[in-house]
């Protein structure tokens, strides 16, 4: 599977964005498509991911209430609208795929290029 992320920018403490990630080339171990980041010195972490087929949705406590994933079949993109974006949220965003249910990035198979999220306070 082949995953390309895009739509990080810099935006202002309260703002908004919203990330893409077009997947291509799926396989049948593809059933999960998640959102990780990466913050300067620190570890990959869980955001959120997505369900494929059934588009069940789960979200690090970290983010519940501000962002939302979705998805578009006909696009095969999957999208992370980021609410209330605080400086915290500032990090380097990836998306992954996955054949199970994952929380850390070890559990990932497939992952596209991050795209940076920069949130000025």
């Known amino acids: 599977v082949q995953l390309q992320a895009s739509g990080g920018g810099l935006v202002q403490a309260g703002g908004s964005l919203r990330l893409s990630c077009v997947v291509s080339?799926?396989?049948?171990?593809?059933?999960?498509i998640n959102w990780f980041r990466q913050a300067p010195g620190k570890e990959r972490e869980f955001v959120s991911g997505?369900?494929?087929?059934?588009?069940?949705?789960r979200y690090a406590d970290f983010v519940k209430g501000r962002f939302t994933i979705s998805r578009v079949a006909a696009k095969n993109t999957v999208y992370l609208q980021m609410n209330s974006l605080e400086s915290e949220d500032t990090a380097v965003y990836y998306c992954?795929?996955?054949?199970?249910?994952?929380?850390?990035?070890?559990?990932?198979?497939?992952w596209g290029q991050g795209t940076l999220v920069t949130v000025s306070s």
């Open positions: 992954s795929s996955s054949n199970e249910r994952v929380t850390t990035a070890a559990g990932a198979s497939s």
């Open positions: 080339g799926w396989t049948t171990i593809d059933n999960f």
């Open positions: 997505i369900k494929w087929r059934e588009g069940t949705k």
